[in-house]
């Protein structure tokens, strides 16, 4: 009798995990800090501008940080790859510019073209060794080096500029000037995360795919076809990257190395919010964006070579108060 | 024991006269090229131990390979010690450096571990562009002396000699038994007496030992200079490449694994590939994909395959 209410009760406990380990302390610290964003913003026009700046780079954290968590949760595997086919997805966009399209035109070809190339290389290259951990992340870095030679190979290292998307006006509220193109980023990638969540959330394919990611020998059983759904995680994890790539050529513009930085914030940004989770990576790089901005801005000794290890020295003060993350759930470990 | 033993031995003593009778044969550049081999043999070793052995993964080791090679950099260039010295210098520094981040790794397993070495990996060559003055920014440091590629062939292998040695010594006896139950499983090896914290710690610091030998040995094959750009996630990821190669948890496997990343570039380089320079990235890419889709274990997992063959009879002793 006691077995089995003890049965229940860790039954219990490991469901309202799956929902979400989001702890009281984490929000309230979120809450503090937005609060401090708001006055600092309202009190000086410079914290504001590089706040709404911080953001607009965080955004570009967040999607490029929202897709590695979605492979990760899919397939418990981090693609080292996402930032160099992102960037491949932009030059493709780049070449349909160069064919006279116009730049939204291309933007959403490339899009769909970055859907399909997502899930041929995880049916063609993960598939066959998606059994062992190790051998799917030397895949990627294969991937890596090699989508980083064909890129190169065919439209060479030199720096290459596509249409500005956003155009270049400032806006001025106040004594605060925001540019365009930072409002435009940051636009364009809240709207592509509110898409993949309300396909994950409201649909049936969402909730398939959440289904194949969480458990999926049950939901094999209950007629999900899990291989088809992971391959389409992957697509749309290509997807999300192309837009994080699509927004980062602006500002350092078309070149084979333009996504390797990135990717680095995107892995902390991710780490930072808890690999498992979608929210975690969205506001884990928005903080991030912001955070770096402002320290950049107002600490001398942070010059631009420490932008780096100031993230990851972060990522490692909130990994070692919570291991897995601020809003990641603890692993239950079974003996 | 005794037959797979002998069998070890006589590997062992080709593999030794081989190296041994090697230089006669070859010119300056291959000698380089040699003494690269010995360099990442040393490197995955150290990798292998930590991952393999103890299942502590580690994606930053190009971090350590950075201390031990500013290591031997800066004593040379401003104390005009003996690059022989500096050896056992880098590899008492990274053991003490992999100690201390052995500590805050206590607490992350998994893939989190795997982010914070990677991490690492980046940070570290960041700090030596922070701090240019001394160690020299961008354009790097370089060593008073350079060595021949002969002294370098010679001292890589002689090194890589000595250090596979401490490997088997150290995973032979007890403290092998203690890294491998923590692989196995932490808590039923905590449950037999094993000091996690101890243990896991021990590993991290001679991987990293290991990897600061092979960093200081890799500073000495680029004409004594240490620059940033050497030590980048590349570097990291490339040791990683020769452990998945090799395949985690065997000796043997490693020095295939570090003939395929030493060798591997200047191979891909040679073919033709409609006249470009970047075909190099392309082939290797393709290559690394490849083999670890026909090889997802790694050799160790081709030679346990080829023993478990009909034919071939062989009593398994390790787990």
């Not at chain 1, 504001?48 to 590695?68: C, D, E």
């Not at chain 1, 290389?121 to 030397?138: C, D, E, G, K, N």
């Not at chain 1, 400032?170 to 435009?184: C, E, K, P």
């Not at chain 2, 240490?226 to 590349?234: I, L, Y």
């Amino acid at each position: 009798m006691v077995e089995i209410a003890r049965r229940i009760r860790i039954r219990e406990r490991r469901t309202r995990n799956i929902g979400g380990g989001v702890s009281i302390p984490v929000v309230l610290f979120l809450v503090a800090a937005a609060i401090f964003l708001l006055v600092g913003s309202l009190v000086s026009p410079i914290f504001a501008q590089q706040t709404v700046a911080g953001l607009a780079q965080g955004a570009i954290f967040a999607s490029l940080a929202l897709s590695l968590v979605l492979i990760y949760r899919a397939t418990e595997v981090i693609n080292f790859a996402q930032g160099e086919m992102a960037m491949a997805t932009t030059y493709f966009a780049y070449q349909l510019t160069l064919w006279h399209l116009s730049y939204w035109a291309a933007f959403f070809l490339a899009l769909l073209t970055a859907f399909v190339f997502g899930a041929v290389v995880q049916v063609a290259l993960i598939r066959p060794v998606q059994h062992s951990v190790i051998a799917v992340v030397i895949v990627t870095v294969g991937l890596f080096v090699l989508i980083d030679g064909l890129v190169t190979w065919k439209w060479g290292a030199d720096l290459k500029f596509m249409p500005a998307p956003f155009g270049n006006q400032v806006y001025h509220i106040g004594s605060v000037a925001f540019s365009r193109q930072d409002l435009g980023t940051l636009l364009v990638t809240i709207v592509s995360v509110l898409l993949l969540w309300v396909l994950f959330k409201f649909t049936k394919l969402g909730l398939a795919m959440r289904a194949a990611a969480l458990r999926p020998a049950s939901a094999a059983l209950v007629g999900v076809r899990v291989n088809r759904m992971l391959a389409i995680g992957w697509g749309l994890a290509a997807v999300l990257g192309a837009v994080a790539g699509l927004m980062t050529e602006p500002t350092v513009f078309l070149q084979p190395t333009m996504m390797q930085a990135v990717l680095l914030y995107a892995f902390a940004a991710a780490v930072l919010g808890g690999l498992e989770s979608p929210a975690g990576a969205v506001i884990g790089g928005l903080a991030l964006g912001v955070f770096l901005n402002l320290i950049g801005q107002y600490v001398g000794f942070a010059t631009s070579e420490l932008r780096l290890p100031i993230a990851f020295g972060v990522l490692l003060i909130v990994l070692l108060i919570k291991p897995h993350g601020l809003f990641g759930r603890r692993q239950v470990r079974r003996v | 024991m005794t037959r797979r033993f002998l069998v070890a031995v006589c590997v062992f003593l080709i593999a030794a006269g081989v190296v041994v009778l090697l230089p006669f044969q070859l010119d300056g550049y291959h000698e380089g090229l040699a003494a690269k081999v010995a360099i990442f043999f040393i490197a995955v070793l150290g990798l292998n131990i930590l991952t393999g052995y103890t299942g502590q993964i580690s994606i930053g080791h190009g971090a350590f390979m950075a201390i031990g090679g500013y290591t031997t950099a800066v004593m040379s260039h401003y104390h005009h010690t003996n690059l022989l010295l500096t050896l056992p210098l880098a590899f008492a520094i990274s053991f003490a450096f992999g100690l201390i981040v052995g500590i805050p790794a206590l607490r992350f397993s998994g893939v989190y571990l795997a982010l914070v070495t990677f991490a690492l990996a980046v940070s570290v060559p960041q700090f030596a562009l922070k701090f240019s003055k001394f160690l020299g920014g961008s354009n790097g440091i370089q060593t008073s002396t350079t060595p021949t590629h002969l002294w370098l062939y010679v001292v890589s292998w002689t090194c890589a000699g000595i250090l596979l040695l401490v490997a088997w010594l150290v995973l032979r006896g007890r403290t092998g038994r203690a890294f491998r139950s923590i692989r196995d499983s932490e808590i039923a090896a905590a449950a037999s007496g094993v000091t996690l914290p101890i243990y896991k710690t021990l590993a991290f610091g001679i991987s990293a030992a290991f990897a600061g030998v092979a960093g200081s040995l890799f500073v000495l094959a680029t004409n004594g200079f240490a620059q940033p750009n050497e030590f980048g996630v590349f570097l990291s990821l490339e040791i990683l490449v020769g452990a998945a190669v090799a395949g985690l948890g065997s000796l043997w496997g490693v020095l295939i694994g570090a003939i395929f990343i030493a060798l591997l570039p200047t191979v891909s380089s040679s073919v033709p590939l409609i006249g470009s320079a970047h075909g190099q990235d392309v082939v290797f890419g393709l290559i690394v994909i490849a083999v670890m889709l026909i090889l997802p274990t790694g050799f160790a997992g081709l030679l346990q395959r080829l023993r478990s063959l009909p034919g071939i009879r062989t009593v398994e002793k390790e787990g």
